[in-house]
Every structure is written in structure tokens, then in C-alpha cells.
């Protein structure tokens, strides 16, 4: 798959009505999964409710979409990956009825929705499924329903008792295939959502709201990766951190001088770096962008900084980690650099064969450090 083949849009049937998907989006090739079960209880229970509704399952718009006919909800599709928000903006194109915007369950105001539909991601963690679970009772007017898929294998149990701990009421109306769909009520009170961790790395005193990757702690493979940031030169130079998450990497080539851009197709990952870099003082161009798509095509950097997700989801996707490298050789400079750290088990090695010249600096048992020449 080529990087142009990465950005393009796929159609796929949801209840009658077509629903566009992309690489990079939880589910992709299919709808999410779980998204189903709600769609199946939505069918049976469509109309019962009227007022505001808010899609906040990850799944690019596909609850909407379904429930969009029963005009007696106005629906707001939230996405905050970038490649979801591409994908729910085309899907509803010239439909002014549906609301699309790139954010977080976090940013409604108390009372705002009548009905909330959502996907927790479990290999977000336990802490950002108590912030969205949080949030979304906040969100809700009293009396408002929460709807949640969970699966039985991913701490579903132990997250509905969270559930039934924070709403009113809490129930499981359906059970599917391993999943569970709850439907939970707000009472007159809801825990206020703790937004943000506080923690230390590479010397920094950083924060980031929980699910980011590695929030709370420098991983491993950027640990490597900073290493080698030094023969990077980066004083003076312009740097691109491809997938910044909290923002370590940009922080560090900041302070040491270079002019830094980062992209990340989390936007809680964005607020993250912004907020890190206000209170460290750092100079960082942050953006919510499902890989470079935020960058105009001429734009040239002389090092690119990667540490590439590799998963979407519960799943490997390589699509990913080779629009990431697709869009570094474009974006590089003749002579720039790219340096990436990788699960050695990755085949990353055939994908630098049309750089100019590339080479391992080593790593540990479980990662590599590459650098390609453009």
C-alpha cells in the first residue's frame, strides 16, 4: 500500500446507507467492532428518544449514520483521530443535520446531550476508560442515556461496575459475541473527570491526558530513539515528529533549537504537546493529522523523528507505519534524515530501500534504531 493508498476513502454498506472508512481507522477494513450491537439495539430502539445525540464510539459516524433517519435526535459525530474525522466528514457531507467535529467527550458542557453513544478502547487503558466513562455522565442532562459497548475479554465486567458506580442505573441489554451493551442513566451527580497525569521523562516534568500513548511514563522505544537524537544536529535545523503523542521527542529537539513540527492523529495526543509546551516554554508547531496530511506537499524538513504506531486498536496495521515512512521520504530534503525505532519483529527494512542509504544504530532485544538518508 502506497502512502496515496493509505489516504484513500473506502465505502462500506451501514444499515442501507454508505459510510466511508480508511486505513488507520479502528475496524478499517469493516466497521469497528462492537459497533454492530449497538446498531442492532439501535434499530429496535431508534425514536424512542428525542433532543441531542452524540457518536462518540470511534466508529467514524456509523451510529449516526444508522440513527440519522429518526429525525427525532440531532446527532453530533466527535472524532478524535483525524483519520475518523476525514472519514465522518465525507460520509456526511452536505447532510446539515449532522454535526461533525474533531474533539473529545471531555469538551461538552455539563447537561449538553441527551443521549451518548460510546466505544471505550481498551488498550487505552483503564484510566482514560474512567475519564470517558466520567465524561460522557457529565455530559449527559438528568435522566440521559449513556450507551456502551464493552467486551467480556477486555475488562467489560470490571468497567461495568465502574458504570453502574457513576450512573443512576446501569444495565446490560445485550450480549453478542463476547460483546455487552450497557445502557446507563444519569442520576443527579457525576465525578468530575480527572483530565490529566503528571509524571516525569527524559528530565522533563510533563503531563498528558490519560490514553495518550505512553502516558505517565517514557516508553521504551523513545527512550532508544532520544539516544540517538543528538547526531541529529538539530540546532538550527527543521525537524518533523511524525506521531508525537505527548510530545517527548519535540520538546527535546525543541530545547535544543531546531524549528519543530508535530503531527499526531490523536488530538488528545495534540492538546497534550501543546499544553507541555506552554508550560516548558518551547516553540513546537502541533497539529492534529492523520500522518503528514496536515503539511502542505511542499513543505521540507531536514530530519523527520518517528517512533510509528503499529497498531489500531487490537490490531497490527503496517499500513500505518509505511504511510509514516512514505510521507517522511517526501517531506525530507535531499541529504535529510530519518530516524525511527521499531519492534525488531517488524519488516521496516524493505520499506527504506528507495532512501538514498540506510542503516541500523543498534537498540536493545526487543527494539531497533534505524536511520534512512534521503
Known sequence: MTDQDYHALYPVTVRGRRLFLKAGVRGFPKVAPGIAEVLDRLAVGAGERSGVAIDAT????????????????????????????????????????????AGLLWDLADGAADVVYLAPASDRGSKRIHL???????????????????????????????????FAHHEVVVRSRGWRLSRCLRGDGCPEPELWQRFAAAGLDLESHPGVF???????????LIHHLEPLRTAAA??????????????LAARAGATVVALDDDLAAIRSLHRNATVLECAVDARHSDVAAALKPNVRFDAVVTNPPFHVGQGVRLAVPRAFIEAAWRHLRPGGSLTLVANRALPYEPLLERFSSWKSLGGDRRFKVLRAQR
Open 58 to 101: 470511534g466508529s467514524a459516524g456509523a451510529v449516526a449514520l444508522a440513527a440519522e433517519p429518526h429525525r427525532q435526535l440531532a446527532w453530533t459525530v466527535l472524532a478524535s483521530s483525524s483519520a475518523a474525522l476525514t472519514c465522518a466528514r465525507q460520509t456526511f457531507m452536505g447532510a446539515a443535520e449532522v454535526d461533525v467535529r
Open 132 to 166: 470517558d466513562l466520567a465524561a460522557a455522565c457529565r455530559a449527559l442532562r438528568p435522566s440521559g442515556e449513556a450507551w456502551i459497548v464493552w467486551h467480556k475479554d477486555r475488562g467489560a465486567k470490571r468497567y461495568e461496575r465502574l458504570a453502574a458506580a457513576m
Open 214 to 224: 505512553s502516558a505517565g511514563r517514557l516508553d521504551r522505544g523513545s527512550e532508544l
Open 238 to 251: 527543521k525537524v518533523l515528529d511524525l506521531g508525537c503523542g505527548y510530545g517527548v521527542l519535540s520538546l
